[in-house]
């Protein structure tokens, strides 16, 4: 079931994309494929970096503000 919603979805952003690269001239065309594909890419990407950063837990400041420089090297 989850698999069929996913094609569908899929299908519906594809052909979504083909209609606003026709209505802007690029129907048919080599860069329409290049559109859909960085698009796609893009939104992969996002989504595995949303993932993994859910994933991670927030680091502390370990004593330290968060702007404070400290070089280690201090006298």
């Known amino acids: 079931m989850v698999t069929q919603q ?3 979805r899929t299908r519906e952003l594809i052909d979504s994309l083909k ?3 026709a209505a802007y001239g690029l129907g048919n065309d080599g ?3 290049k559109i859909i594909t960085q698009v796609f ?3 992969f990407l ?3 970096f949303a993932f993994e950063a859910k994933k991670k837990p ?3 400041c370990q004593g ?3 702007g404070s420089r ?3 090297n201090e006298s």
């Open 58 to 60: 927030p680091r502390a």
């Open 6 to 8: 996913f094609e569908q």
């Open 64 to 66: 330290r503000e968060l």
């Open 19 to 21: 209609a606003i690269c």
């Open 46 to 48: 996002n989504d595995k």
């Open 70 to 72: 400290h070089s280690g």
């Open 31 to 33: 860069n329409e494929f």
């Open 41 to 43: 890419l893009y939104k």
